[in-house]
């Protein structure tokens, strides 16, 4: 074992993270054990629906729109990619016509505020069309339910000005529920912005909820009938959701819940039949049921890979809720949850053979979603695919977080961990671990 303090870099951990639970001859699901690797083999695993769909399908979705989807510029907190630029510039484009086209006729011009209330439901969901049919992740998804959010209440000023401020006649039922619309969206815009949703996230969840729901009933008063089409997929979301927990409990009901070090801990449960599919990356959503079932699902990646029979997540101390799973930790052995998801997608076109050279970066309990891929892309370069490098590199503050999700030397596949394996080797993974202002630096000993 040799470390260098000065530079802050570990090189005694090198190739272990990824080789975690990696036996000789792993032990795979079923469906990942027949034949040679294939691209986009398991595209169909980012959601259940997708499931019904040809393999023909991802990859003529992945190839064409992968150069639209990768990340383009940041500006104001937002990631926009090249697609999303001209999808949303392609809207504004539309609706400054139409604004221009239509600026004495009201009805028109709330045609437009509400089509655009509308969208901006369509991309509150997990479960969305826009990511089935196009490929982008929720959270990506999220900068457009923002964006979109403004412009409602943009265009619901313009959409105004004529009964508020030209018209003679008195305002009435219909006026009014129009008001309300426009004064609620001014309020979705004003609670979630980024402090108060951060420091009162539980408050701002639940208004948002309430305030959505609101809506409708004065989309009705209004004749906003366009609103309805957005809130109708959005509760189609909700439906999705609560069926994802219902079919997960075929999968999982009861996990096993271990502390592995003094700060994380580890929830695991058998894939039986491969029930459970997701791909390398993703995350659920969890519920534990000995913390109050009145809690909020919080969101946690997938550590392991597809192929590994066993399904693992780590979780480490950080805020009341992951504190008070590691007090179940001392006490119980099994817990009981609710699983919903898998939930995410890849910015870029992973799943083919166009990328053979791979680096995957991540800090602290980050790299959980970066271990799960790179198993997996292990795992499939045993099956053929076209690998020819793998950089790992892993930043921590707290050696206890390597240690626990590394291992112990007792386990029975710690001599992998010394490279003695031929799929884990120097000329194909370079693994890295960077230690930042150093805790527990007695672990190194």
């Known amino acids: ?62 190839t064409i729109l992968s150069p639209f989807n990768r990340p383009f510029f940041q500006f104001w907190g937002f990631n926009f990619t090249l697609g999303g630029i001209i999808l949303f510039l392609s809207f504004i484009t539309f609706a400054s016509l139409w604004i221009f086209n239509n600026w004495t006729f009201t009805g028109k011009l709330g045609l437009l505020t509400g089509s655009t209330l509308a969208l901006t439901y369509s991309f509150a969901s997990h479960s969305s069309l826009w990511g089935l049919i196009l490929g982008p992740s929720f959270d990506r998804g999220l900068i457009f339910h923002k964006l979109l959010g403004m412009l409602t209440v ?28 426009l004064l609620l969206a001014a309020f979705q815009i004003i ?53 994802l927990i219902f079919y997960n409990k075929g999968s999982v009901n009861l996990v096993t819940i271990s502390k592995v070090s003094e700060s994380v801990v580890c929830l695991s449960f058998p894939n039986v039949n491969n029930r ?5 990356g993703q995350f659920c959503l969890i519920k534990v049921h000995e913390l109050g079932l009145l809690e909020k699902p919080h969101p946690f990646s997938i550590s392991s890979a597809p192929e590994q029979p066993n399904v693992t997540f780590y979780i480490k101390k950080e805020a009341r809720y992951t504190k008070r799973i590691l007090e179940l930790a ?74 626990g999700m590394l291992g112990e030397p007792e386990d029975p596949f710690y001599n992998i961990f010394e490279g003695k394996d031929q799929l884990i080797s120097d000329s194909v993974l370079d693994f890295r671990v960077f230690l930042t202002p150093m805790k527990n630096i007695n672990l190194l000993n």
């Open 1 to 62: 074992m040799s470390s260098t303090l000065g530079s802050q870099h570990i090189d005694y951990i090198e190739k272990s993270l990824l080789a975690q639970n990696f036996p000789k001859k792993p032990l795979l699901n079923k469906n990942q054990s027949l034949g040679k690797w294939q691209s986009h083999e398991f595209s169909s695993n980012q959601f259940p629906v997708l499931r019904c769909l040809p393999r023909c399908f991802f990859i003529a979705r992945n």
């Open 154 to 181: 943009l265009f619901g000023l313009i959409h105004a000005k004529k009964p508020l401020f030209y018209s003679e006649k008195p305002l009435n039922l219909m006026k009014y529920a129009g008001l309300a619309m």
């Open 191 to 243: 609670n979630s912005f980024f402090p108060f949703r951060r420091k009162f996230y539980k408050v701002f969840f639940f208004l948002h909820i309430l305030t959505g729901a609101s809506f409708i009933f004065f989309a009705y008063i209004h004749g906003a009938y366009p609103v309805y089409f957005g809130f109708g997929l959005w509760v189609l979301d909700w439906i999705c959701k609560l069926g």
């Open 276 to 280: 459970f599919r997701f791909l390398p």
């Open 330 to 403: 001392g006490k119980k052995k099994e817990i009981k949850i609710d699983l919903e998801g898998p939930y995410g997608s890849y910015s870029i076109n992973s799943e083919g053979s166009a990328h053979r050279y791979f680096v995957l970066i991540g800090g602290g309990i980050g790299a959980t979603p970066l271990t799960s891929i790179g198993r997996s892309l292990l795992f499939e370069r045993r099956r053929g695919r076209p690998v020819n490098k793998i950089l790992f590199i892993w930043c921590v503050r707290d050696l206890s977080l390597v240690k």
